[in-house]
């Protein structure tokens, strides 16, 4: 693994301990997620980035607390590094153990969209299972591949839900750089003052936060003019509706998950909006990131990739 995967790791962790946008994502998905396979005993998780694994020992606790227990969990995680996966299936592993619980990692370098047919074999898609697929988005690097590869499988194996935490910015729909740049300026303002409430300005963490992981996102967006490269998350729901995908209603269960965990933080700035189903996680009046649920819907899938999100 490179020294620059393991220094975004540690600032990605460090910021999980600081402020509430990373557990925002695995809150609401976790919940989100273990309503839809009630009922099931076999569950398939296909994660999209898996990084450390961090999402799932909540998801684990949950499922493992189940009256109906579950007979099988896989989990297929996707990453850049062979090294980083191989680790993250053995504290999985190792946690799933712990708890009783059936489970078993299936570690993919690689992008989910760029794989071809005879690559989607290593997925093993199987039919007595509850396919669920997660995917939370940020600049530090492309981590789906081509979109309509990715929307094209997706409409195939029709997994009973996809979840998705996107990061609110418009980077891409305005044409010059002064323009990227101003929507980049209000939207890392907000999320620097987020980090920096209740943090001096000399604190180490604070520092690791803004340099490793701000910092990089920030130059990705402004010295990249690549659509399909870094994910147009306005378009997501659009698109996921063309495929034959229709929103998941976040309001119950996932909202209230989402609640409790503003209340662990102190500060005050931190703000929680449902809008159609949807929900969003801002700062001060200003959206960050937002959270949706996909399933499977009756009407047929358009197949017409001629505008995908820059394909």
């Known amino acids: 693994m490179s020294s620059q995967l393991k220094t975004f790791h540690s600032a990605l962790q460090t910021f999980n301990s600081l402020a509430p946008f990373v557990k925002f994502s695995h809150f609401t998905a976790n919940q989100a997620i ?3 396979v009630h009922g099931f005993d076999r569950v398939h998780i296909i994660d999209l980035d898996v990084m450390q694994g961090l999402q799932w020992p909540g998801l684990f606790h949950i499922l493992a607390s189940r ?5 099988s969990v896989r989990l297929t995680g996707f990453g850049p590094s062979s090294e980083l996966l191989a680790q993250t299936g053995s504290r999985l592993a190792q946690f799933a153990a712990s708890l009783g619980l059936p489970f078993k990692f299936n570690p993919v370098e690689g992008k989910f ?5 005879l690559e989607l074999s290593r997925i093993d898609f199987r039919a007595n299972e509850a396919t669920v697929v997660h995917c939370m988005h940020h600049k530090l690097y492309d981590i789906i591949g081509s979109n309509f590869g990715l929307l094209r ?3 195939t194996v029709k997994p009973k839900l996809v979840t998705m935490v996107t990061q609110n910015i418009d980077i891409f729909e305005t044409g010059s750089f002064l323009e990227r740049f101003i929507e980049t300026l209000h939207y890392y303002s907000a ?13 180490v963490l604070r520092h690791q936060v803004e340099q490793q ?4 996102e920030i130059r990705n967006i402004l010295a990249c003019d690549d659509v399909d490269g870094l994910n147009v998350s306005r378009r997501w729901g659009d698109n996921l509706s063309r495929f034959g995908f229709e929103p998941v209603s976040l309001s119950g269960s996932p909202a209230a998950q989402a609640s409790l965990l503003l209340e662990m933080f102190p500060w005050k700035g931190y703000t929680l909006m449902e809008e159609n189903g949807c929900l969003r996680l801002g ?22 990739n001629s505008n995908i999100m820059g394909n």
């Not at 009256?67 to 007979?71: D, F, H, T």
């Not at 700062?283 to 017409?304: E, I, R």
């Open 34 to 36: 273990f309503e839809a």
């Open 67 to 71: 009256a109906k227990k579950v007979s």
């Open 113 to 117: 969209g760029d794989m071809s047919e």
């Open 153 to 155: 499988v997706l409409s």
């Open 191 to 203: 999320m620097f003052d987020a980090l920096g409430e209740g943090l001096s300005r000399d604190n």
């Open 213 to 216: 992981l701000f910092g990089s």
């Open 283 to 304: 700062w001060k009046g200003m959206s960050l990131l937002t959270a949706s649920a996909w399933q499977p819907s009756n009407y047929s899938c358009v197949t017409n």
